[in-house]
């Protein structure tokens, strides 16, 4: 007998699983959670993350977009720069994340060439960025959270979203949000024009941005938004957009927009909407739920459980929509500080967070019942 035959299989993960494990375990997400969503074992994700770490999202990253005959030269430069600052180092010894700095700090340089080169002021410069989100997760803590174990109409811990969020360097626009949910038609949006919701809603099976799910967003929703927004302001449609290197992320090429990519591992440093940005745009989130379960305790007089029952897909569009609202000019044109620290009027005018944790503390005091009484910003972590 041919022991051979009687091997396992060996699994064959994508680089766009890859790319998406490595992006929600940044995001804080454990390799356990991680595991039973992908169906791969805890040592598999922990491999993944350490390859990672030794420069395997590069690799995913040239592999994805390798097409020699239009190969990008805006990465290539980004990529340069990050390989030059790596080999000039005297401390061979030093870790990953000073040469990251040593990358991010260089290719601000670059960038602010490539946005003189091209004459964009801050109204024309946008980054985009995708996170996720459990839009229906509480803290485990909770009432609702131990409930989802045992009572029926509670999956809170599987219903996640993805969000592309885009907005200007000088602050004055963010753009429509992008929602990827794992179904089209959710039972909430029966009757609903998909067109006239405040999010651009598309779906597949992972709720994940792929590659074109990004083209699709890049030429139906981009486009023509910060066309128009060049039209309202009296600007030529000479637009700039930045993004991180993801494999989800192609080059793109359009006679009024340029893409440019962010280098490898710098991301968390000189990325606008990392700078802040996702996360006020998540406590605003859970802010405005926490005000929703109390307007339904309090004139609907239903109990908690009711109220959790009933929050759907559309109530959550409404409150990511209305979050993005919430976030201040100053706050959006502060976070550029890293990438682009001319256009920033005042580097110190960033969103108050300690005073939006507290509103969101005292929310949770109000609602009261086992969890909510006790609420700390450690929880509010967990939910975001």
Same mark, same amino acid.
């Given at each position: @007998?041919?022991?051979?035959?009687?091997?396992?299989?060996?699994?064959?993960?994508?680089?766009?699983?890859?790319?998406?494990?490595?992006?929600?375990?940044?995001?804080?997400?454990?390799?356990?959670?991680? =595991?039973?969503?992908?169906?791969?074992?805890?040592?598999?994700?922990?491999?993944?993350?350490?390859?990672?770490?030794?420069?395997?999202?590069?690799?995913?990253?040239?592999?994805?977009?390798?097409?020699?005959?239009?190969?990008?030269?805006?990465?290539?430069?980004?990529?340069? #720069?990050?390989?030059?600052?790596?080999?000039?180092?005297?401390?061979?010894?030093?870790?990953?994340?000073?040469?990251?700095?040593?990358?991010?700090?260089?290719?601000?340089?670059?960038?602010?060439?490539?946005?003189?080169?091209?004459?964009?002021?801050?109204?024309? !410069?946008?980054?985009?960025?995708?996170?996720?989100?459990?839009?229906?997760?509480?803290?485990?803590?909770?009432?609702?959270?131990?409930?989802?174990?045992?009572?029926?109409?509670?999956?809170?811990?599987?219903?996640?979203?993805?969000?592309?969020?885009?907005?200007?360097?000088?602050?004055?626009?963010?753009?429509?949000?992008?929602?990827?949910?794992?179904?089209?038609?959710?039972?909430?949006?029966?009757?609903?024009?998909?067109?006239?919701?405040?999010?651009?809603? @598309?779906?597949?099976?992972?709720?994940? !941005?792929?590659?074109?799910?990004?083209?699709?967003?890049?030429?139906?929703?981009?486009?023509?938004?910060?066309?128009?927004?060049?039209?309202?302001?009296?600007?030529?449609?000479?637009?700039?957009?930045?993004?991180?290197?993801?494999?989800?992320?192609?080059?793109?090429?359009?006679?009024?927009?340029?893409?440019?990519?962010?280098?490898?591992?710098?991301?968390?440093?000189?990325?606008?909407?990392?700078? =802040?940005?996702?996360?006020? #745009?998540?406590?605003?989130?859970?802010?405005?739920?926490?005000?929703?379960?109390?307007?339904?305790?309090?004139?609907?007089?239903?109990?908690?459980?009711?109220?959790?029952?009933?929050?759907?897909?559309?109530?959550?569009?409404?409150?990511?929509?209305?979050?993005?609202?919430?976030?201040?000019?100053?706050?959006?044109?502060?976070?550029?500080?890293?990438?682009?620290?001319?256009?920033?009027?005042?580097?110190?005018?960033?969103?108050?967070?300690?005073?939006?944790?507290?509103?969101?503390?005292?929310?949770?005091?109000?609602?009261? =019942?086992?969890?909510?009484?006790?609420?700390?910003?450690?929880?509010?972590?967990?939910?975001?």
């Amino acid at each position: @007998m041919n022991k051979g035959k009687n091997r396992a299989k060996k699994k064959i993960i994508s680089l766009e699983t890859k790319t998406m494990i490595l992006k929600r375990i940044a995001e804080g997400e454990g390799s356990t959670t991680l =595991g039973k969503e992908f169906g791969l074992g805890e040592s598999t994700i922990r491999g993944i993350q350490k390859r990672a770490g030794e420069g395997f999202r590069a690799v995913l990253f040239i592999v994805s977009h390798w097409k020699p005959e239009i190969f990008c030269k805006q990465w290539l430069v980004s990529r340069i #720069f990050i390989t030059t600052c790596t080999s000039q180092s005297e401390d061979k010894g030093r870790s990953c994340a000073s040469a990251d700095e040593t990358a991010a700090k260089n290719y601000s340089k670059v960038l602010v060439k490539i946005i003189e080169d091209g004459g964009y002021c801050p109204d024309q !410069v946008f980054n985009a960025d995708e996170t996720g989100l459990f839009w229906k997760k509480m803290p485990s803590r909770t009432f609702i959270a131990k409930s989802e174990k045992t009572a029926s109409g509670f999956k809170a811990t599987k219903d996640r979203v993805t969000f592309l969020l885009c907005s200007n360097a000088s602050g004055a626009r963010m753009l429509k949000p992008l929602m990827l949910n794992r179904s089209l038609h959710p039972r909430a949006l029966k009757g609903k024009n998909i067109a006239e919701l405040p999010v651009h809603f @598309m779906a597949n099976k992972k709720a994940w !941005v792929t590659k074109a799910v990004f083209i699709t967003w890049f030429n139906d929703c981009f486009v023509p938004e910060v066309k128009q927004y060049m039209i309202d302001m009296g600007l030529p449609f000479n637009i700039l957009l930045i993004v991180d290197n993801a494999p989800v992320h192609p080059c793109i090429e359009h006679p009024n927009v340029k893409v440019v990519f962010l280098p490898p591992n710098t991301t968390s440093l000189i990325q606008p909407l990392d700078q =802040g940005i996702i996360a006020c #745009f998540k406590k605003h989130y859970v802010k405005l739920t926490f005000r929703y379960i109390l307007e339904k305790l309090g004139n609907d007089g239903m109990t908690l459980t009711e109220v959790w029952k009933k929050f759907s897909i559309l109530d959550c569009i409404n409150h990511a929509a209305a979050a993005i609202t919430e976030i201040k000019q100053h706050t959006l044109n502060a976070c550029w500080k890293a990438a682009w620290p001319e256009c920033v009027i005042n580097r110190s005018a960033t969103e108050n967070t300690s005073m939006l944790t507290a509103e969101i503390v005292t929310l949770a005091y109000d609602i009261g =019942g086992d969890g909510f009484n006790s609420f700390s910003e450690n929880d509010l972590v967990e939910m975001i």
